[in-house]
C-alpha cells in the first residue's frame, strides 16, 4: 500500500517580515521560479505515495490550486479549517475522511520547509516503512550544520533492529547549550511525522478524546464541494487549541527516528535565506547583474517581491561609505573573509558564517582589513529596493549624496 501524503499549509508564515510589512506567507513566496509549498508537491510526486491530502484554510485555497495546477497534480483532496487550532485537530482531521484505509501508513509534511536532496529522503522512508505497525511512530531528525536556537532538538539511543529511539526532546535552546547536544549526536527536530492511520487514532483516542470528539464531528458534518471539504465550524472550534508535540508526542513512551544528513531548513528567517541562496548562488547568477565600484562590486542574484538577495565583494583595504536608508533594512551573512562593520556608534567584527542585522535608518558602513576579499551574501527588504535609496555620509571616494 501506498504511502499517504498529507500537507500542513494553515501557517500564517509571517516572522519574515516586519508587522507592518507583511508580504505573503512564506510557504508561497517565490524564491526565483520555485515556492516551498511547490516543493512540497514535487516532493510528494514520487511513486511511493498515493495522492496527497492538504491541509489549509480557506484564504489560501486559490495559491494552492494554483500550485496544484503547476505541478500537474490533478488528484488530492483540500481539508479547511474554520479556524487556527494548532496541528494536534489539524493532523488528526486530515486522516479521519474516510478515502484513507485504516491500516495505511500516513506522512505528514509542513508546507513551508525546504529539503534539498529529496533523493536522499525517499531512500530514507523506503528503508523504514517496513518497521511501521499499528503501535510505533517515526519522527525525522536533521543532523545539524551548525548551532541554532531557531530549532528544536531530540537525542537517541540505539533500539532493536536498527531502529533508533528518541531519549529526549530539547526546545529551540540557546546556542550554547545546542553545541553541547550536537557534541552529543543530537538531531534538529524536522517536524515531520510518519505513522499508519489506525496508529494515529487510538493515540488521539486515548490521549486527547476532546480533539477527537471535536474533529470526528467536524468531519462528519463538513460541507464537501468535489474533493474540498469545510470542516464544520461549531464543532472544529472547540477542538483543543494544541500542538501535536505538546498532545501527541510528549505523552507517547517510544517514539522512533529517522535520521537524515541531507541540507534542511524552515527558511523561517533572513539568515537561513541567504544560506540558502549562498548554496545555490551558481544557479542565480548572471554576468549581466554584476555592477562594479569603487570598493569592489555587487551581484543581483535574485529580487522577489519585497526583498532583493545580493552578493557584495569588497575588495582588500575596501571601505564602502557611511550610510543609511529609508526604506529597507538589510541581513548579512559573511561567506568569506572578515568584516569591520559600523553599525551607529558600534564596530563589530564578523567572521564566516556570522550574521548581522541593519535596521532600517539606521548609519552603518562595511570595511575590509582583512587579507582576503571580502564577500557578503546580502538580503534587502522593504518598499524601495533600489541605489537611490542610499543617503550618504562619509566616503572616501567622493560620492557624499
Known amino acids: 500500500m501506498k504511502i499517504r501524503p498529507v500537507i500542513l499549509c494553515g501557517g500564517a508564515g509571517t516572522r519574515l517580515w516586519s508587522s507592518s510589512n507583511k508580504i505573503l506567507p ?4 517565490d524564491f526565483g521560479g ?16 498515493d495522492y496527497p491530502i492538504i491541509s489549509t484554510n480557506l484564504k489560501y485555497l486559490k495559491d494552492i490550486k494554483k500550485n496544484l495546477k503547476i505541478c500537474k497534480i490533478k488528484k488530492f483532496v483540500i ?40 533523493d536522499l529522503f525517499i531512500k530514507s522512508i523506503i528503508k523504514k516503512k517496513d518497521y511501521l505497525n499499528n503501535e510505533n511512530i517515526f519522527i525525522f531528525g536533521v543532523k545539524p550544520t551548525a548551532p541554532s536556537s531557531d530549532y528544536g532538538y531530540f537525542t537517541t ?70 474533493n ?22 510528549e505523552k507517547t513512551k517510544k517514539i522512533n527516528a529517522i535520521k537524515l544528513n541531507i541540507p534542511w531548513s524552515d527558511l523561517g ?26 570598493w569592489g562590486s555587487y551581484t543581483n542574484l ?11 565583494k569588497v575588495k582588500i583595504n575596501g571601505l564602502l561609505s557611511l550610510q543609511k536608508h529609508h526604506h529597507r533594512s538589510e541581513h548579512w551573512l559573511i561567506t568569506q573573509g572578515v568584516a569591520k562593520i559600523t553599525l551607529g556608534k558600534k564596530i563589530f567584527i564578523k567572521r564566516k558564517n556570522d550574521t548581522i542585522f541593519i535596521p532600517l535608518g539606521s548609519v552603518h558602513r ?20 533600489k541605489e537611490s535609496d542610499i543617503v550618504r555620509f562619509e566616503d572616501i571616494y567622493g560620492r557624499i549624496n
Open 366 to 385: 562595511i570595511e575590509n582589513t582583512h587579507k582576503l576579499p571580502l564577500k557578503i551574501i546580502e538580503a534587502q527588504v522593504g518598499s524601495i529596493l
Open 79 to 118: 481539508i479547511l479549517e474554520p479556524d487556527k487550532r494548532n496541528t494536534a485537530p489539524a493532523i488528526l482531521s486530515s486522516v479521519l475522511i474516510n478515502k484513507i484505509p485504516d491500516r495505511q501508513s500516513v506522512m505528514f509534511f509542513a508546507a513551508d520547509h525546504l529539503i534539498e536532496r529529496n
Open 302 to 312: 535574485f529580487r522577489g517581491k519585497g526583498f532583493l538577495i545580493k552578493e557584495l
Open 269 to 294: 528567517s533572513w539568515k537561513e535565506i541567504c544560506q540558502m541562496y549562498n548554496r545555490n548562488k551558481n544557479k542565480y547568477f548572471k554576468k549581466k547583474n554584476i555592477f562594479y565600484r569603487p
Open 228 to 249: 474540498v471539504y469545510t470542516l464544520n465550524k461549531f464543532f472544529y472550534s472547540r477542538t483543543t487549541n494544541k500542538s501535536f508535540d505538546y498532545a501527541i508526542l
Open 26 to 29: 512564506k510557504q508561497f513566496i
Open 157 to 226: 539511543k540505539k533500539s532493536e533492529k536498527k531502529i533508533f529511539e528518541v531519549s529526549k526532546f530539547i526546545e529551540k535552546p540557546s546556542e550554547k547549550k545546542a553545541k553541547l547536544i550536537i557534541k552529543n549526536k543530537g538531531y534538529w527536530n524536522a517536524g515531520m511525522i510518519f505513522i499508519r492511520k489506525d496508529s494515529l487514532i487510538s493515540k488521539y483516542k486515548k490521549l486527547q478524546p476532546i480533539i477527537y470528539k471535536n474533529c470526528l464531528n467536524a468531519i462528519l458534518k463538513s460541507k464537501k464541494n468535489n
Open 34 to 49: 520555485w515556492n516551498l509549498f511547490r516543493r512540497s508537491l514535487e516532493r510528494i510526486k514520487n511513486p511511493i505515495f
